[in-house]
């Protein structure tokens, strides 16, 4: 089971990642004002996603992978926080965009898991 998590985790990384670059539309909507440059911004963290990601599969950067995860989850923290306050998401309900706020912790508590 904690290898299956392990793979589960780093395939929704380098999806996610990947992703950033298919389709950027919705992360670039994600970007509160006060941000700078959100289009390389999007692209630095789908970088991170994949790299991060695929560095959870090798034992010998494993650790410094999640804990790379960790800070990428506290780094875009103030994005979910900006969508969950933001009336520009109304077609998504509210309850759904303050639910992403704790999946951050878990998320966070996962990639723990392999530092």
């Not at 389709?23 to 630095?44: E, G, I, R, S, T």
């Not at 950067?61 to 009336?87: D, E, K, Y």
Request: glycine fraction near 6%.
């Amino acid at each position: 089971m904690n290898t299956l998590s392990l793979y589960l985790q780093a395939i929704l990384y380098i999806a996610a990642g990947v992703n950033h670059f298919i389709n950027p539309k919705p992360y670039l909507a994600l970007m509160p004002p006060y941000l700078p440059a959100h289009a390389q911004l999007v692209v630095v963290s789908g970088i991170a996603e994949i790299v991060l990601g695929i560095g959870l599969l090798f034992p010998a950067t494993r650790s410094v992978s999640a804990w790379g995860l960790m800070l990428l989850l506290i780094a875009v923290f103030p994005a979910n926080v900006f969508m969950a306050m933001s009336s520009r998401f109304k077609k998504i309900p509210a309850w759904l965009r303050w639910a992403r706020l704790p999946l951050q912790g878990l998320l966070i508590w996962w990639a723990y898991k392999y530092t």
